[in-house]
């Protein structure tokens, strides 16, 4: 049985769970969703498609990556998603639009872990950041557990909705003003050495370097690589980032340039 991971990770975290449950499958391909060629997709039995979860769902922009994507051999498909704070009701929403398109949802779960927006607001070094960097390994493996049992044993586990969060759907788009705000402040200091490594890491091809400035333009998601993954930390937000945590995924050296799950 030939199984594909595909995901998309901002600082790390997707990626770090993806990596864990390709070094658990037999004959599984992993790759970032950006990089795959959609249409190869069709040649494989199973997909598990993880994404982090951004204002209580799945990201509106991987939509125009999972657009493309043909429906697999046997259909089926395996959502995970990561989250910091909860979930909400995003993977239960993943797998109606899965669904809808045509693929059948076996199993779907978010799995909680450090939030890379609060760390980036946290010191280095700092008590609060240590305690807000802790890894629960062993959620993880459960998790990847039942991953091996839904494409092994023909297990399933479907998201529920939860109607304490049908609201959030409202209150999201209340933070749209400070999401945008967020976006606004974004700036590349007086530490940049323009080397376009937030160019290239963007996934919406949002910044442009020039040989004097950084231009940020109004594609910004806030996934927040750019301003993890310069290696002079100049990209701030604002007055409140200079010398805080960067995350880079629980291992530490995340690089959607070069990291391979």
């Not at 490594?197 to 996934?223: A, Q, S």
């Amino acid at each position: 049985m030939d199984t594909l991971i595909l995901y998309f990770s901002g600082t790390g975290n997707t990626h770090f769970v993806a990596k864990r449950i390709k070094d658990s499958l037999q004959n599984a391909e992993c790759s970032a969703v950006e990089t795959f060629p959609p249409e190869r997709i069709k040649n494989y039995d199973t997909l598990i498609f993880g994404f982090p979860v951004y204002s209580c769902k799945m990201p509106e922009f991987l939509k125009q990556f999972t657009e493309k994507f043909p429906l697999t051999k046997s259909k089926r498909i395996i959502l995970f998603s990561t989250f910091a704070y909860t979930p909400c009701n995003a993977m239960k929403d993943a797998a109606n639009y899965f669904e809808k398109r045509g693929f059948y949802v076996v199993f779907a779960k978010g799995i909680k872990m450090p939030g890379s927006d609060a760390l980036l607001l946290l010191k280095k070094g700092s008590r609060a950041a240590k305690k807000a960097s802790q890894v629960n390994l062993t959620s993880i493996e459960q998790f990847v557990n039942g991953v091996k049992d839904a494409i092994y044993s023909n297990s399933t586990e479907k998201a529920q909705g939860n109607f304490l969060f049908a609201p959030l759907g409202l209150i999201a788009k209340l933070f749209i003003p400070i999401e945008n705000t967020l976006k606004r402040a974004m700036f590349a200091d007086e530490k940049c050495i323009h080397c376009g490594i937030c160019e290239k890491v963007c996934p919406t091809n949002n910044i442009k370097v020039t040989e004097r400035k950084v231009l940020f333009g109004k594609e910004c998601v806030l996934c927040l690589r750019c301003v993890s993954q310069c290696p002079v930390e100049a990209i701030q937000i604002g007055k409140f980032t200079k010398g805080t945590v960067r995350w880079r995924g629980p291992s530490g050296d995340f690089n959607p340039l070069k990291n391979k799950c």
